[in-house]
């Protein structure tokens, strides 16, 4: 079992900056194309089947039941508000100035931020009601795919890869080369029959009028997620375990920056959205489509860390922008 400590798991922060830099060029090359499912030629659509559940199973991975239970529900709500909430209300008041006229949702144009939140604020709340950990699993994604909010839909569908996260934590050190890899064939069986349109997370799921075709979609999704979320993550740890050190390292320090790039990269994405429809550009051939996007999503990255880098030294800045505030060295 991997301890839950305060120094940083170098495969998580790996697995954490592959999966917010997929966002990014999905995004990117939705805004080329003006399609929401792209016709990319090196991957499809094959990442967005596994991209969110990795950020969810990354959370769920270090999620510190234990420390929970010491921690005051006042407390607790007051560091995720602090963490969570104050930097995406910062930044979906700068994404609305880059959008507009258009009309952003508060809770769902950052849906994975809003959606982390509740089901942790959740979890936290169960804590002092069971002991057993399974069922605090059990009771929270029960009562979260009971919530009627629309604003909420996904995370009855997200919270579940929390949990995957959390058990992968206590038997990850039994998964070996052989059976990633057989994780992984089973995860191209499944996306041969992957339908994007039909099962990709932004589809919703409500308990009360769920029926039996969305009930498998759900099951399918949850299924092709888990088995490509876990394959992405124990392959990394095991080449980290072979070739520790350079540009390995420096890529895991990337990690920690991942909450600015998230909602930054929306707002670039936007922005960008925004010159291409000004002048009248569009690209759509697969290949083409393909490069101008990864070119465009490495210059977003090299963006987006520049701006944590300018930011990090201003406290103020730091809380209200999510960025990881750093000591300044005089």
């Known amino acids: 079992m991997a301890q839950i400590t305060n120094r940083r798991l170098a495969y998580i922060d790996i697995s954490k900056v592959l999966a917010m830099f ?50 005051s529900l006042v407390l607790f709500v007051y560091q995720k508000v602090v963490r969570l909430l104050i930097p995406m209300s910062t930044w979906f008041f700068i994404w609305s100035i880059v959008v507009y006229p258009k009309h952003l949702d508060y809770w769902s144009a950052y849906w994975y931020l809003s959606s982390m939140f509740v089901c942790l604020v959740t979890i936290k709340f169960l804590t002092a009601v069971f002991s057993s950990d399974m069922m605090i699993a059990l009771s ?100 980290m375990k072979h070739y520790q050190g350079g540009w390995m390292n420096h890529i895991a320090s990337y990690g920690q920056y991942t909450l600015v790039f998230y909602t930054m990269s929306f707002v670039l994405n936007s922005l960008l959205s925004r010159i291409l429809w000004h002048f009248g550009i569009s690209c759509t051939t697969p290949g083409i489509l393909d490069f101008v996007s990864l070119t465009i999503s490495f210059v977003m990255m090299i963006l987006m860390y520049s701006f944590q880098k300018v930011m990090e030294h201003n406290r103020f800045s730091c809380l209200m922008l999510g960025i990881v505030y750093q000591e300044s060295k005089i």
Not at 31 to 55: H, R, T, Y
Not at 166 to 190: D, G, P
């Open 22 to 71: 997929l966002v990014t060029w999905a995004h990117c090359a939705q805004q080329l194309c003006g399609s929401l499912f792209p016709e990319l030629l090196i991957s499809k659509d094959a990442f967005i089947s596994f991209n969110m559940a990795v950020f969810m199973i990354a959370s769920g991975y270090v999620m510190n039941i234990p420390k929970m239970r010491e921690t």
């Open 140 to 239: 929270s994604m029960i009562i979260l795919s009971l919530m009627p909010f629309h604003s909420f839909e996904r995370i009855c569908y997200m919270v579940p890869f929390l949990w995957v996260g959390y058990v992968l934590r206590h038997i990850i050190a039994h998964i070996n080369i052989k059976i990633t890899f057989l994780l992984s064939i089973l995860y191209c069986f499944m996306y041969y029959f992957w339908d994007v349109q039909f099962s990709v997370y932004i589809s919703p799921l409500h308990i009360w009028e769920t029926n039996v075709n969305e009930l498998l979609s759900a099951v399918f999704r949850l299924g092709i997620g888990t088995i490509g979320g876990v394959s992405v993550i124990s392959w990394i740890r095991i080449v």
